[in-house]
């Protein structure tokens, strides 16, 4: 892990299984509606899922998405205010070719799983959770839009995590086939 993702990642969990898809949290706790990835990470690490709080990584965290993932961000443009939006990471890479950003201060997740893909590195299994935002100024007061959906935001945190954790159980049982047979006669 870079030195960079490494002092903005805090990784906060009292269990972390390799194998067990984990939370990645982007955002900015002192820049408004941008803080809200944050608080819903904060809220499903209390329920003891493995949530790392990634801030700003960067091309660093490229080094986080090293397993399946939950990646949960607010999104500053093309969702409506308190409108979640999911894509698969790998989708999510495409995304970047739309931005109008040219700045490395702007070097959001889709651009760096693109970075990534130029890289050769494999697209990690997982989705992104995306909330509409309206404020990103100082402050710590989220807009009244994205306050409303911060439950159904955790919701469908959980609900995609679930639906990871099954996938792996499938391919788990899938790589070890049929069990044997046996009898009891």
Excluded: Y
Excluded at 66 to 87: F, N
Excluded at 103 to 125: C, E, I, K, M, W
């Amino acid at each position: 892990m870079s030195t960079r993702a490494r002092a903005d990642a805090n990784i906060d969990s009292g269990d972390t299984d390799v194998g067990r898809p984990r939370v990645i949290a982007l955002g900015n706790r002192f820049a408004s509606d941008d803080a809200a990835a944050l608080r819903v990470a904060e809220q499903l690490r209390d329920e003891g899922l493995e949530v790392v709080l990634a801030g700003r990584p960067g091309a660093g965290l490229l080094d986080l998405l090293d397993r399946p993932c939950v990646l949960l961000d607010v999104v500053r443009h093309g969702v409506a205010c308190g409108a979640l939006v999911e894509l698969p990471l790998a989708d999510l890479a495409e995304a970047a070719l739309a931005s109008p950003s040219v700045s490395s201060h702007d070097l959001g997740p889709a651009s760096a799983l693109r970075l990534g893909v130029a890289l050769g590195r494999p697209t990690p299994r997982g989705v992104f959770l995306g909330l509409g935002g309206r404020a990103f100024g100082p402050g710590e007061t989220l807009s009244p839009e994205v306050e409303a959906a911060l439950d159904a935001f955790a919701h469908t945190a959980r609900t995609a995590l679930t639906k990871i954790e099954a996938r792996d159980t499938r391919d788990a049982l899938d790589e070890r086939g049929p069990a044997p047979c046996t009898s009891t006669d």
